[in-house]
């Protein structure tokens, strides 16, 4: 009896280890239903690169999302993959240009800057990108996001010496002579603004180029703004501080009135660009702005002539039919061991700042081809502002008559 158990046990268990074999037999259900996935996935992997090469020139988007979403699915390396890879990155190049002028038209300037840096890597010579690229800087810079300032400042710099060597934005059509004037002046004028704070003596260099083209930006209330503040924070705010450190006090000498006479200089030319930045602020929304460069104007020009304003009003009325002033000529003194620059700098090498002040216009949208280039704009300040205040006026020394204008 007891052998029957052990011999009905061992078949038993016998039996069991015979099931695995029989569920990998082919015509186990199991089997069959593998065999049914695997071809099942093999007609989706067919179907769907199928959809990438009837859409491969026809639709590119959609052939592009679907290679996308095959080399997901798929990544297994094959000649299938390794084609859809370099179809995919070669796609990804190609539009990088048509995106990065939609992304200038719907003002996304930090998504533009990024991306025209990554066109400029590959394509070093391209004058329209770096035009883009400059101008999304520029953009940044006007809203308060200045952290690309130095960059951008490079990337203007660099599209004026392309611009003045004669490159064009589209390859053997050479450059309109009316969009060149208007993009160099665009570029002296966004580099005046990035040099404003840590160069003002570079920034009154660019400025005054960019008041000498025959631009929107000659007529532009903003260029003397900047210029007025520039020689303020620059060879005013020097020139002054060294007249009081050695002449406060003193009697005249000839030191203290080449001293004093290099100040008028410069006074005369902050008086000069107050001025026009007046007679051009139209605007209403220079309102604010009008009424602090009024105030500014007003003490510098009674510095200037025995505090009498005397002449202001018609001074105002009648300066932009005159020539704007060059840069000052400054006569060595014991005091001025380094005289500020006299000479504007060229546009395509002085050194850039990282910074500037104020944000009162948008970036101007007409200065390309409207067929390659697309807007640029940025809402304005609703006040724009000077961002400067009226500076302490250097007393004259004593027996001094030099204060005439």
Known sequence: MNKLIRLMTL???????????????????????????????????????????E?????????YDTAKEYLTKYPA????????????????????????????????????????????ADEPNDLLT???????????????????NAEAANYARKTLQLLEAGKSFEEGKPLDA??????????NYALGYFSLKTNPNESIGYLLKTAQTDTSFKKDPQTYIWLANAYQTGPYKRL????????????????????????????????????????????????TVKAQLNTQLTSFYKFRHNDSEAGLKELIAGILSKPLPSQPTIVATPATTTAPATTTPATGTASGATTGTG????????????????????????????????????????KNSHRRH
Do not use: C, H
């Open 55 to 63: 859409n491969r020139t026809t639709n590119q988007q959609v052939a």
């Open 130 to 148: 770096y035009r883009q690229t400059a101008v999304a800087g520029f953009n940044l810079g006007l809203t308060g996001k200045d952290a690309t």
């Open 359 to 398: 944000m009162t216009k948008p970036a101007p949208t007409n200065t390309a081809p409207a067929t390659t280039t697309p807007a640029t704009t940025t809402k304005p300040a609703t006040t724009p502002t000077t961002n400067t205040t009226t500076p302490a006026k250097p007393k004259a020394p004593a």
């Open 178 to 187: 009316k969009i060149k004037e208007e993009n160099v002046g665009l570029f």
């Open 240 to 287: 002054s501080d060294e007249f009081e450190a050695n002449y406060r006090g003193k009697d005249e000498s000839p030191e203290s009135k080449a001293a004093l006479e290099n100040l008028n200089q410069v006074i005369d030319r902050i008086i000069d660009a107050s001025a026009r930045a007046i007679a051009l602020a139209t605007d209403p929304k220079y309102a």
């Open 11 to 53: 078949s038993a268990l016998v039996a069991m280890l015979a099931l695995p074999a029989l569920a990998l037999t082919k015509t186990s259900p199991l089997m069959r239903t593998k065999e049914a996935l695997a071809q099942g996935d093999e007609e989706a992997k067919l179907a769907l690169y199928k959809k990438f090469t």
């Open 77 to 120: 390396e094959d000649q299938y993959t390794a084609y859809m890879k370099k179809w995919a990155a070669a796609y990804e190049k190609a539009i990088r240009k048509p995106k990065l002028n939609q992304l200038m038209t719907d003002g996304k300037y930090a998504e533009a800057f990024a991306l025209g840096k990554q066109i400029l």
